[in-house]
């Protein structure tokens, strides 16, 4: 506590050439606080831009090989069995990290949708009840899919915004009719996402990667599938998660239990399909553009680190000079009893308060900027705490390595020569 007393003291002795002493500090740290933070929050913005904000859905379908089979082109898929919806759906839910699941089958695209003025090409989805609550939909007007829809296969839909504008031309369409492959099917209610959530759009990389491009959405009740499409489809599954972070694993299990359960990837014959269900993995996407950004911003970090050293070795500077001014106050204690240790143990001390402060200025300035940037830049606003941390330790031990050399010279003075020095 002495030690850091007279450290303070010399300090505020000479404020400015402390200031200017620790400058080099405060650049470094806050240099690599605002990178660091930059790099946090493009990686979340890439994170929202593929998964959206809290949605938390990971998708579960059945592949051939490496691709997802398309059932708008290919025909019912040999040797894989429908779910059996009511005996799985439990069995889903118990697994770990599951909320909540939704079975449905799907067409990408689709021209047989119409309306007498329009023609629709989105997306068309039968769904179970549980579907709009999994993925985040609230009805925006009209009603709900009800039970007594299921139970007596009426031929009702809900469109989603961006279709109701296509096919009526407004917001509102509940009690039009669309023909799907020519059946008659009555609109009883507009879906909205919940959290809706638009990705950042700054380049036409962007634009093409993230951008949602579709027509919109046509969902019917499942039972009503087969009225339009083929018979004993292999559904698909959504999955809900608490946290972002689970869907991947929740995503794998939900895939390993429904290939295990379901038989898939052997023929009944016992011969290899090549069928299996597997999850769409967003987050291993997002951390393969993580990993991109990273390079090159890993880089800066250590283009920004040199300054660390440049500051070290001011502080090696001053702190030579500190010992020459106080040559007799050294050879004073020396000969009033004061060891080698004693003496370079002050000087580390003060070396060390002095990258600290710098240290601790070089984060309020680092985070300053960050937000300056992310603010400019559209990013999410993210400080790494770990690094912030890290900061401040590398600065003490920048100023216990570079203040070393001079410790061990004012230890090492002979006290007669100290004392007879002016």
Known sequence: MENIRLAFQGIWSHKMRSLLTMLGIIIGIASIITIVSTIKGTNEQIKENLIGSGSNVVTVQLYQDDWAYDMSYSPIPAGVRTIDEDAMKTRLENLSLVEQVSFYTSRNWSDFVTTP???????????????????GYVIGWGRNFSPADYENHRRVVILDTKAAGVLFGTDDPVGGIVEIKGEPFTVVGVVEQRNSFQPTIQSYQDFYLYADTSAGAVFLPSVCWPMVFRFDEPQSVAVKVEKTDDMTRAGQLV????????IIGYSPSGTQTGFAY???????????????SNSTNVQLIWIASISLLVG????????LVSVTERTAEIGLKKALGATKRRIRRQFLTEASVLTSLGGLMGVGLGIVMAQVVCTYNSLPMAISVPAILISVAFSVVIGLVFGMLPAMKAANLNPIDALRRE
């Open 312 to 319: 070290g070795i001011g502080v090696m500077n001053i702190m």
């Open 278 to 292: 597997r999850s769409e993995d967003l987050l291993l996407q997002a951390q393969q553009l993580q990993e991109l």
């Open 255 to 262: 895939a390993e239990e429904l290939c295990k359960s379901q």
């Open 117 to 135: 003025d329009s023609t629709f090409s989105g997306e068309v989805y039968g769904v179970d009840q549980d579907y709009f609550n999994v993925c």
